[in-house]
Structures are given as structure tokens and as C-alpha cells.
């Protein structure tokens, strides 16, 4: 097993189990993030962000199991180049989050997914704009070795991988 760490983010409300794993070309971090009972929440967008900056990551693959109890999703619409964005509380289970990070104008650039469900069985997705952690989140961040970019495509009006 590889080297652990213990990080401890916004005064002890989250804990966070590190850990890195030499065994191929992309080391693996995983992250249990459990809340505390009575303590406040953080989303999980916020907690991604930091542990990306100060691990230094601009390179890699998320996915992440868990639960929310307030979210928001957003739909692009390209015909007018815009976010739709919807609000959602409640009990859900996150079915998973799926994404990158990579870097745009050499600073931290994520492109998330959120897919839930309700209590009932139903479904609901979009582009993660926030996700509160009600339970438990399990994210696996899966560095990758180099550099990849985004640039604005005018045409589209998103930022897109740039290899260059």
C-alpha cells in the first residue's frame, strides 16, 4: 500500500483519507469524505477544488459515489450559448460523478457530471454546478501524467480540451 495522508480541511468539518498508490503510471487518490454529525456541509465542488490545487493536479479523471441532499444541475443550451440551471433538495443518491480536471489559462479547470436518484427510483442529471454531501461522498481522482488545456470555442461558446 502506498503512503497515506490525513488532511484536514475548513476547521475539521470534513476528513479526508489520501492515498497513493505506485503501481502504474497514474497514481490513484482516493477520498472518503464523511461529515460529522451536527457539522455544517460543504459542497463537493469546493472540497474537489482544493485537494486539486493543493495536490497540484492538472491532469485527471474523477468519479465519486454518494449522497446529496441539495444540488444543482445544469443543461447547456447551445442555440443561445447558455447554462439552464435547476436546484434540487431532497434525499438522492449520487449514481455517480464523472469528469476532469485540467487547467485553463494554467489555473484549476473542472467539467463535472452529476447522475442521482430520488427515494422513489427517479432519475435526474446535468452538469454539476454544486453538490452538498448529506452521507458520504467516495471520489477516486485519477491523476494522469502531463497537461491538458481548454480554449473557447466561439462557435460552440464552451472551453474545450486544447492539446497544444
Not at 97 to 117: C, E, F, R, W
Not at 139 to 163: A, P, Q, S, Y
Request: aromatic share 8%; charged share 25%.
Amino acid at each position: 500500500m502506498g503512503k497515506r495522508i490525513k488532511l484536514s480541511l475548513d476547521w475539521n468539518v470534513w476528513r479526508m483519507l489520501i492515498s497513493k498508490s505506485g503501481t502504474t503510471n497514474c497514481p490513484l487518490i482516493r477520498h472518503r469524505l464523511s461529515k460529522r454529525v451536527g457539522a455544517p456541509f460543504l459542497p463537493a465542488v469546493l472540497v474537489l477544488k482544493k485537494i486539486a490545487i493543493k495536490e497540484n493536479i492538472k491532469l485527471a479523471a474523477i468519479s465519486a459515489i454518494g449522497a446529496t441532499d441539495d444540488f444543482t444541475i445544469g443543461v447547456y443550451k447551445v442555440d443561445d450559448k447558455s447554462y439552464t440551471e435547476k436546484n434540487f433538495q431532497g434525499i438522492f443518491e449520487i449514481l455517480a460523478i464523472n469528469g476532469t480536471i485540467t487547467t485553463k489559462d494554467d489555473k484549476y479547470y473542472p467539467h463535472l457530471h452529476i447522475s442521482v436518484a430520488d427515494d422513489k427510483g427517479n432519475g435526474l442529471g446535468g452538469h454539476l454546478i454544486k453538490a452538498n454531501i448529506s452521507v458520504t461522498c467516495e471520489m477516486v481522482i485519477d491523476i494522469i501524467d502531463g497537461r491538458v488545456g481548454r480554449k473557447m470555442d466561439d462557435d460552440i461558446g464552451i472551453n474545450l480540451f486544447d492539446f497544444q
